[in-house]
């Protein structure tokens, strides 16, 4: 149990073009959802939190016009990165909590998404 | 504000060897502490974790840890690796009693030779 997927697993796209990434809990309901960006050989660093039906809330840094989550349901986060960069190239990778669980405060954690702008 | 240091980047152990990987966090409340592993090419999962109670935690695949709270440290430990625990390790701290985020250490990449 426990299952976070995330679509695309990997994606290239060419500078200044939108990409969306999915985040879904697929036998949980994810009440609050978390997209962290992991560059290479270095810890993850939250980029934001999702609650469903309600805005997120972005770390200090984060451009949310840039990266724009939506949490629109309870198994579903989109992550999508807007006139995207070079230097938005990255790793980025969503966890989901499920409060109905025992463990209140675990995060499971998807596979990521490895995006490459050219 | 919350943070979270691990005190070895790269650590190479031969098989059988003791593991001991440090993790020191920074927050005067009560926390719950995690740690996380990242095999080669896969996603992160959770190795163990500790809420409350017996300070000495068991987790999967024969690692545990333990919390010292006057130290403000949460080491992980295994008595004999394997090669198959070569892996990022990534120690995590968030503060009880809402859903807080979580914050992670820079992670120690974990090398063992058989």
């Known amino acids: 149990g426990a299952v976070v997927s995330q679509h695309p697993s990997r994606v290239i796209c060419k500078s200044g073009t939108s990409v969306k990434i999915e985040c879904r809990s697929l036998d949980f309901q994810a009440t609050t959802m978390f997209w962290y960006r992991q560059f290479p050989k270095q810890s993850l660093m939250l980029m934001a939190t999702s609650n469903e039906g309600s805005k997120a809330t972005y770390e200090q840094g984060v451009e949310k016009d840039k990266f724009l989550i939506n949490h629109a349901s309870l198994t579903l986060s989109t992550l999508t990165v807007t006139s995207a960069h070079p230097e938005d190239s990255s790793f980025y990778i969503c966890?989901?909590?499920?409060?109905?669980?025992?463990?209140?405060?675990?995060?499971?954690f998807g596979p990521g998404t490895r995006l490459t702008v050219t | 504000a919350q943070s979270v240091s691990q005190h070895n980047h790269h650590v190479i152990l031969s098989e059988a060897a003791s593991l001991e990987l440090g993790c020191n966090y920074s927050y005067g409340g009560t926390v719950n502490l995690f740690w996380y592993v990242q095999y080669p090419g896969q996603h992160l999962q959770l190795l163990l974790k500790y809420f409350s109670g017996d300070p000495l935690v068991k987790g999967i695949k024969g690692f545990e840890a333990e919390f010292i709270k006057s130290k403000f440290s949460f080491n992980l430990r295994k008595p004999s690796v394997q090669w198959s625990d070569t892996a990022e390790y990534f120690c995590a701290v968030n503060a009880a009693g809402g859903y807080n985020k979580l914050i992670f250490g820079a992670g120690t990449r974990l090398a063992v030779h058989p």
């Open positions: 966890s989901a909590r499920d409060a109905e669980r025992g463990a209140a405060y675990e995060q499971y």
